[in-house]
């Protein structure tokens, strides 16, 4: 059996699996008209918002379609790999995975269209994966993290087939996880500096609309009001999923979640998924470091370098909550307790290693009094992340995200498919 049929019938049964399929015929036409004309009104929205976005293809699809993708790129459109085939890789072994995305990029560089990254059909990837991504410097944004924003209602009525597709993905959980990229040393690295993993994040558009049967376009931008909400509450990053096959039913939700994103200060950054990824290799380079009574922070000029409770001299800009946000680079500060965190020697290396990627000075001392914030053991990101946010300690901190914006927004959408010969063909894993 096809993996497109498994996976359809796995997450699905039989009944349901069908209805879907000739849902999802009506979706596209015998020729690209229907789905260009998708595409340029996806474009339209975004760009009458200031925004772009990225879209993930895979590439036999691209192969059959490539005039029409380059003039979607010629729009400011990244492209990333979305598989050869429309196949879980995972399910493959190193070498087969390694000739799989060989074949992809070897598509994409004879349709002459640009890639910088990957996402995973079925949201499915491994090690092997990460490792072979690494190796050619690209980025995975196949990972996911799931946010509590459905109304308990919606997800009652349909919990067997939202459950059955969200157990596939195994999300993080977004009430212990932070959002927002990391960097994997991986085993084979190229001088890439390590394999940028950008989450996705769910419920996306596949599982409101054709899980929960959420089409109302109210209800789907509340819902992802309230994945804007949090990400920037927090800080963190929230990369919308849109497929552009569903972008009839969704376009009003996608108007209004892009205007609310550009009407909040500080700023929402809206980023491609290349520009996170490269962001996110710059930021791993930055330093802030405490010496004698200055904080010096080693950064780019677009960094976003933030102070709580400290004293200086230097003029600060009213920033987010209790921090304020500081241009210069280095300053002089004239607080009792020095703004940065001090470790208890017994905290683990993994711990100092996630409080440094924070864009905090850490102290592994055993002198407490030095520091207002003071770690006797580990705790789990989130926690550590409220323990310090709810202390007043005089803190200095590059922030996450530059030109001083609170949090970050990315949009995405998967194309498997162009016409119906495209779904049919993806059917048969072709
Ligand atoms: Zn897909």
């Known amino acids: ?103 992809a990029m070897n598509r994409f560089n004879a349709c002459n269209i640009n890639f910088y990254g990957f996402r995973g059909p079925y949201l499915r990837y491994n090690r092997d994966t990460e490792n072979i991504l690494s190796r050619h410097g690209l980025y995975n944004s196949t990972s996911t993290i799931l946010w509590n924003v459905v109304p308990k209602i919606d997800i009652e009525r349909n ?79 929230f990369v919308l999923q849109l497929h552009p096959e569903r972008i009839e039913l969704c376009a009003g939700a996608l108007e209004q979640i892009l205007r609310e994103s550009a009407s909040k200060n500080p700023p929402v950054a809206t980023f ?70 001090g470790v208890s020697p017994g905290v683990s290396e993994d711990f100092i290693k996630f409080l440094r990627g924070e864009g905090f000075f850490i102290d592994e001392t055993a002198n407490r009094e030095k520091y207002g914030m003071y770690f006797e053991e580990d705790m789990d990101a989130v926690n550590a992340l409220k323990a310090i946010e709810s202390s007043t300690a005089p803190l200095a901190r590059i922030w996450r995200w530059p030109h001083g914006a609170r949090s970050a927004f990315c949009i995405s959408g998967d194309i498997d498919s162009i016409t119906i010969w495209d779904y049919i063909l993806r059917i048969f894993g072709r």
């Not at 996880?177 to 419920?203: H, R």
């Not at 000029?301 to 003029?315: C, F, G, P, Q, S």
């Not at 946000?325 to 280095?330: F, I, L, N, P």
């Open 159 to 237: 919990n067997e087939s939202y459950e059955k597709l969200v157990n596939l993905y195994k999300p993080l959980n977004s009430g212990k996880c932070l959002s927002v990229p990391t960097i994997k040393p991986t085993i084979k690295d190229n001088n890439s500096g390590g394999l940028v993993s950008i989450p996705v994040s769910l419920p996306d558009d596949e599982l409101l609309i054709d899980r929960l049967n959420i089409i109302d376009s109210d209800n789907i931008y509340r819902i992802w009001q309230g994945i804007l909400n949090k990400t920037y509450e927090r800080g963190e990053l």
């Open 1 to 103: 059996m096809s993996q497109a049929i498994k996976h359809a019938v796995v997450t699905r049964g039989i009944g349901n699996a069908f209805r879907r399929m000739n849902s999802i015929i009506g979706r596209y036409g015998l020729t690209e008209g229907k789905m260009k004309s998708k595409l340029h009104r996806y474009c339209t929205i975004l760009k009458r918002n200031n925004c772009t976005a990225t879209f993930s293809i895979t590439a036999v699809t691209l192969k059959r379609h490539c005039r029409l993708i380059r003039s979607i790129q010629g729009k400011g459109i990244e492209f990333a790999i979305h598989g050869n085939v429309h196949r879980d890789i995972s399910a493959l072994n190193r070498q087969g995975q390694e000739k799989h995305l060989n074949e």
């Open 272 to 341: 491609k998924l290349k520009e996170i990824a490269d962001w996110w290799r710059d930021r791993h380079r930055f330093e802030i470091r405490i010496e004698g009574s200055h904080i010096n922070i080693d950064a780019s000029r677009n960094a976003t370098i933030i102070l709580r409770n400290v004293k200086t001299d230097v003029t600060l800009r009213e920033w987010f909550g209790a921090w304020e946000r500081s241009d210069a680079h280095r300053l002089a500060f004239n607080n009792r307790t020095f703004p940065a965190i």
